[in-house]
C-alpha cells in the first residue's frame, strides 16, 4: 500500500480489505509553514505561482505526510472577494481587518459568480491540479476552506453573528444559507482538479465560543447540506473544529462526515467511543509543540497521543490543528516519523 492508499483505508475503509501496515500520519492544511520552507510567501505564491506545485511536492517529499493539502490557508480570501478587507502576513495566513458587510441584508446583493471569475482562485484551483498531477497518485490530495458559521463571522462580524444568536435567529438563519452556498461555491470545483478529501474547518462553532445548543441549531444543519452535496460531487469529508466539542460530538457523529479532525483540547479515547467507529478520526498532538518543544519532548507527546488513539480501528496521526508557519522543519518530521515507525506494544 502506498500514503494514499493506507490514508484511504483509514477514512473509507472498503469491506474484506486489508487493514493498513501501519498508521496513517497527515499534517492538517500546513499551506503556509509548506511555502515558508522555500522563504515564500501566500502572496509570493499568488503573484507568481509557477514553482509552487513543485514546491509542495518536494517539501512533503522531506516529511511524508500521507495527505497533502494544496490551496490551504487561503480560506480569508472570500472576504476580500465580496468587499472585505484582508491583510497577507510574512510570516503567518491571512489576516480579516474588516469584515465584507455591515447588515446582513447586505448577502442577498452579492455575485457569488464572482467567485469563479476571480483570478486567485483561479490560480489556487490550478495549483491543487498540478499537485494532483505530479503526485497524486501516490499521497492523498485535500484542500481546505471554512464552513458556514465561521465564514458567517468572517463575513459579517464574529460579535454581530454571536449577537444574533440570541437576538435575530431568523437574521443567522437566513445568512447561514447564503454561507452555506458560498463555501460550497469555493469547495466543490476543487474536487474536479483532484482534491479527494475536503476540509471543513469550523473553528468559531467551537465549544469555547458556542452553546451546543446553538450548534445544533445554527451550525449543523447546514454543516449536513454542505457535506452531502460535496459529497454527492464525489468528495470525501474532513471536520475540523478548534477547541472543546465534547458536548456536540452526538450532533458532529449525525453529520455523515468521513473523517473527524480534533484539537488538543479534545478527549480522543471519549471521541471514539462517541464515534464508534462510523467515523475515521485524527487528532491531536498540540500543533504548538511542533514549534516549541525540545525533540524528546515532542516525541513523547507524539507517542502519547498515538497510544491513546491507535486503539480506534479508523485512527490517522494528526496535529490537532494547522501548525504554526514557523515550526522547525525537523520537528514536523520527527513528528510524522514518529507516526511512521510506530510499533504497537
Known amino acids: 500500500?502506498?500514503?494514499?492508499?493506507?490514508?484511504?483505508?483509514?477514512?473509507?475503509?472498503?469491506?474484506?480489505?486489508?487493514?493498513?501496515?501501519?498508521?496513517?500520519?497527515?499534517?492538517?492544511?500546513?499551506?503556509?509553514?509548506?511555502?515558508?520552507?522555500?522563504?515564500?510567501?501566500?502572496?509570493?505564491?499568488?503573484?507568481?505561482?509557477?514553482?509552487?506545485?513543485?514546491?509542495?511536492?518536494?517539501?512533503?517529499?522531506?516529511?511524508?505526510?500521507?495527505?497533502?493539502?494544496?490551496?490551504?490557508?487561503?480560506?480569508?480570501?472570500?472576504?476580500?472577494?465580496?468587499?472585505?478587507?484582508?491583510k497577507f502576513r510574512h510570516q503567518g495566513n491571512i489576516d480579516v481587518c474588516a469584515p465584507a458587510f455591515d447588515t446582513i441584508?447586505?448577502?442577498?446583493?452579492?455575485?457569488?459568480?464572482?467567485?469563479?471569475?476571480?483570478?486567485?482562485?483561479?490560480?489556487?484551483?490550478?495549483?491543487?491540479?498540478?499537485?494532483e498531477q505530479k503526485i497524486g497518485t501516490k499521497y492523498l490530495i485535500g484542500t481546505s476552506g471554512w464552513g458556514p458559521f465561521t465564514l458567517a463571522g468572517q463575513f459579517y462580524g464574529v460579535e454581530k453573528v454571536m449577537s444574533g444568536l440570541y437576538k435575530d435567529k431568523q437574521a443567522i438563519h437566513a445568512l447561514m444559507e447564503i454561507m452555506t452556498e458560498v463555501s460550497y461555491r469555493y469547495l466543490a470545483p476543487a474536487i474536479a482538479r483532484?482534491?479527494?478529501?475536503?476540509?471543513?474547518?469550523?473553528?468559531?462553532?467551537?465549544?469555547?465560543?458556542?452553546?451546543?445548543?446553538?450548534?445544533?441549531?445554527?451550525?449543523?444543519?447546514?454543516?449536513?447540506?454542505?457535506?452531502?452535496?460535496?459529497?454527492?460531487?464525489?468528495?470525501?469529508?474532513?471536520?475540523?473544529i478548534c477547541g472543546k466539542i465534547s458536548d456536540r460530538l452526538s450532533s458532529i457523529a449525525r453529520l455523515n462526515i468521513d473523517l473527524l479532525s480534533v484539537d488538543y483540547k479534545v478527549d480522543v479515547a471519549l471521541t471514539a467511543q462517541t464515534l464508534a467507529g462510523k467515523i475515521a478520526l485524527a487528532g491531536n498532538v498540540n500543533p504548538v509543540a511542533l514549534k516549541e518543544s525540545s525533540m524528546p519532548d515532542l516525541v513523547a507527546e507524539t507517542r502519547r497521543c498515538i497510544g491513546?488513539?491507535?486503539?480506534?480501528?479508523?485512527?490517522?496521526?494528526?496535529?490537532?490543528?494547522?501548525?504554526?508557519?514557523?515550526?522547525?522543519?525537523?520537528?514536523?518530521?520527527?513528528?510524522?516519523?514518529?507516526?511512521?515507525?510506530?510499533?504497537?506494544?
Open 194 to 240: 483532484g482534491a479527494v478529501l475536503l476540509s471543513v474547518a469550523e473553528p468559531t462553532a467551537s465549544g469555547d465560543l458556542i452553546s451546543a445548543r446553538h450548534f445544533t441549531e445554527f451550525v449543523a444543519p447546514y454543516l449536513a447540506k454542505l457535506v452531502d452535496r460535496l459529497q454527492r460531487d464525489g468528495a470525501l469529508i474532513v471536520l475540523h
Open 1 to 86: 500500500m502506498n500514503p494514499r492508499e493506507i490514508a484511504l483505508q483509514v477514512i473509507q475503509p472498503q469491506a474484506g480489505a486489508e487493514p493498513p501496515p501501519r498508521l496513517p500520519v497527515a499534517l492538517l492544511s500546513g499551506g503556509t509553514w509548506t511555502f515558508r520552507q522555500r522563504n515564500l510567501t501566500l502572496k509570493d505564491v499568488l503573484d507568481d505561482p509557477r514553482t509552487a506545485p513543485q514546491v509542495i511536492a518536494d517539501v512533503n517529499q522531506e516529511v511524508q505526510s500521507d495527505i497533502v493539502w494544496p490551496g490551504s490557508g487561503y480560506h480569508n480570501l472570500l472576504i476580500h472577494l465580496f468587499g472585505g478587507k484582508i
Open 105 to 131: 441584508g447586505e448577502a442577498d446583493k452579492i455575485d457569488l459568480s464572482v467567485i469563479d471569475r476571480h483570478e486567485w482562485i483561479a490560480t489556487i484551483r490550478e495549483i491543487i491540479a498540478a499537485v
Open 308 to 345: 491513546i488513539g491507535q486503539g480506534y480501528e479508523r485512527y490517522m496521526l494528526m496535529p490537532g490543528c494547522d501548525i504554526p508557519p514557523t515550526a522547525p522543519l525537523a520537528n514536523v518530521r520527527a513528528f510524522l516519523s514518529t507516526g511512521l515507525a510506530w510499533k504497537a506494544v
